[in-house]
C-alpha cells in the first residue's frame, strides 16, 4: 500500500508533525522525567538551528551572484528533479532567480528563470516552495 503524499495536504502534514512531536515528549517524559523532556527540547532546538544555519549560508551565497544567473543553464536543467525545495535550487544555482509572472501561471505557482552566458534559460515552477515543473529554452 502506498501513502500518497504529504506535500498535496498541509494541514495533515501539519498534523502528523504535530503527533510525532507530541509522542517524543511522551516519551522522552516515562523514561527520563522532566530531563528528557529538557533533552527532547534540546535536539529539537539543535535540528531548527542546523536548517535556519544551512538556509543562511545558501541565501549568503546566492547575495554574490547577479539576480537570475547561472553557470551553466544546461547542467542546471540536468541536476532538477521533481519535488526539490526551492531552497536546494537556489543551492545548485548559487543566485536567486528572476521571478516570471506571467497569465498562463497558476495563482499557487511560482515561476522563476535562470540565464546563463550563452543565453540559455532554465524556467522553474515551484508550487508550495516543491519544483513542479522545469525547462529548459536555448537561443
Not at 8 to 11: E, M, R
Not at 126 to 130: Q, R, V
Given at each position: 500500500?502506498q501513502?500518497p503524499?504529504l506535500q498535496?495536504?498541509?494541514?495533515l502534514?501539519?498534523?502528523v508533525?504535530?503527533?510525532?512531536?507530541?509522542?517524543?515528549?511522551?516519551?522522552a517524559y516515562r523514561?527520563y522525567g522532566?530531563?528528557?523532556?529538557?533533552?527532547?527540547t534540546g535536539?529539537?532546538?539543535?535540528?531548527?538551528?542546523m536548517?535556519m544555519?544551512?538556509?543562511?549560508?545558501?541565501?549568503?551565497r546566492?547575495?554574490q551572484?547577479p539576480?537570475?544567473t547561472v553557470?551553466s543553464?544546461?547542467m542546471l536543467?540536468a541536476?532538477?528533479?521533481?519535488?526539490?525545495?526551492?531552497?536546494q535550487v537556489?543551492a545548485l544555482?548559487?543566485?536567486?532567480?528572476?521571478r516570471?509572472?506571467?497569465?498562463?501561471t497558476?495563482p499557487?505557482?511560482e515561476?522563476y528563470l535562470?540565464?546563463?552566458a550563452?543565453?540559455?534559460?532554465v524556467?522553474?515552477s515551484?508550487?508550495?516552495?516543491?519544483l513542479v515543473?522545469?525547462e529548459?529554452?536555448?537561443p
Open positions: 500500500m501513502f503524499p498535496k495536504y498541509p494541514v502534514t501539519r498534523a508533525v504535530l503527533l510525532v512531536l507530541a509522542g517524543i515528549g511522551v516519551m523514561a522532566w530531563g528528557g523532556i529538557a533533552l527532547a535536539g529539537l532546538v539543535m535540528w531548527v538551528l536548517h544555519s544551512r538556509m543562511l549560508v545558501v541565501l549568503r546566492t547575495t551572484r539576480v537570475g553557470a543553464a544546461v536543467h541536476r532538477l528533479a521533481r519535488g526539490m525545495a526551492l531552497l537556489l544555482t548559487q543566485a536567486l532567480g528572476q516570471v509572472d506571467d497569465a498562463d497558476p499557487d505557482h515561476s535562470w540565464t546563463d550563452s543565453q540559455a534559460t524556467r522553474c515551484f508550487a508550495h516552495g516543491k515543473h522545469w529548459l529554452q536555448r
